[in-house]
T-cell receptor
Framework: ETGVTQSPTHLIKTRGQQVTLRCSSQ?????VSWYQQALGQGPQFIFQYYREEENGRGNFPPRFSGLQFPNYSSELNVNALELDDSALYLC?????????????FGPGTRLTVT | TQLLEQSPQFLSIQEGENLTVYCNSSSVFSSLQWYRQEPGEGPVLLVTVVTGGEVKKLKRLTFQFGDARKDSSLHITAAQPGDTGLYLCAGWNRDDKIIFGKGTRLHILP
């Protein structure tokens, strides 16, 4: 139990649609990161938000966007869904303590695009 | 492009045996982390190694960071069915970005 929750657990969408995934961070963590984990792969970094601003982005197109709210909850939005967007989407809230970066992952949202 | 290669991809062994899994790269990382992920859950951090040559122990798990900070290994002694899962290594680079390997899927047979 990491204290990070995600919703929904599972989602099925059609190609071309838009989707919003939600994450509630662990209390006191002001940084949240989003990852895409395709089947049989490790998580791929999408972007990170710190105090409501994006402060790092991986190799994902602009149709992947996000928001972080004052209560540190966050959203991942994906527009114009493609079949290859089918994956487990993970959020992780983090805290840097004593130089060690500790990320606490949620259970993920499994998105299927048909 | 920085990559972390994990080997083996899959490993199935009997309870009580020892095993080592590897995480290799041609790039230097400022720190390296090992996670375990179980079905339906997110990865859980096991350890962070920062210094080249560093060795950390977590009960029956021993983690080592290579001297050049390009590679790492995870050794499990007397594996138990509860060790079953996907083991991921992840490196933090100089730009403060994290890169994950594809993982080693470990299955311990009772």
């Amino acid at each position: 139990e990491t204290g990070v929750t995600q919703s929904p657990t599972h989602l099925i969408k059609t190609r071309g649609q838009q989707v919003t995934l939600r994450c509630s961070s662990q209390s006191g963590h002001n940084t949240v990161s989003w990852y895409q984990q395709a089947l049989g792969q490790g998580p791929q970094f999408i972007f990170q938000y710190y105090r409501e601003e994006e402060n790092g982005r991986g190799n994902f197109p602009p149709r992947f966007s996000g928001l972080q709210f004052p209560n540190y909850s966050s959203e991942l939005n994906v527009n114009a869904l493609e079949l290859d967007d089918s994956a487990l989407y993970l959020c992780a809230s983090s805290l840097e303590r004593g130089g060690e970066k500790k990320q606490y992952f949620g259970p993920g949202t499994r998105l299927t695009v048909t | 492009t920085q990559l972390l290669e994990q080997s083996p991809q899959f490993l199935s062994i009997q309870e009580g045996e020892n095993l080592t899994v590897y995480c290799n790269s041609s790039s230097v990382f400022s720190s390296l982390q090992w996670y375990r992920q179980e079905p339906g859950e997110g990865p859980v951090l096991l350890v962070t190694v920062v210094t080249g040559g560093e060795v950390k122990k977590l009960k029956r798990l021993t983690f080592q960071f290579g001297d050049a900070r390009k590679d790492s290994s995870l050794h499990i002694t007397a594996a138990q069915p509860g060790d079953t899962g996907l083991y991921l290594c992840a490196g933090w680079n100089r730009d403060d970005k994290i890169i994950f390997g594809k993982g080693t899927r470990l299955h311990i047979l009772p």
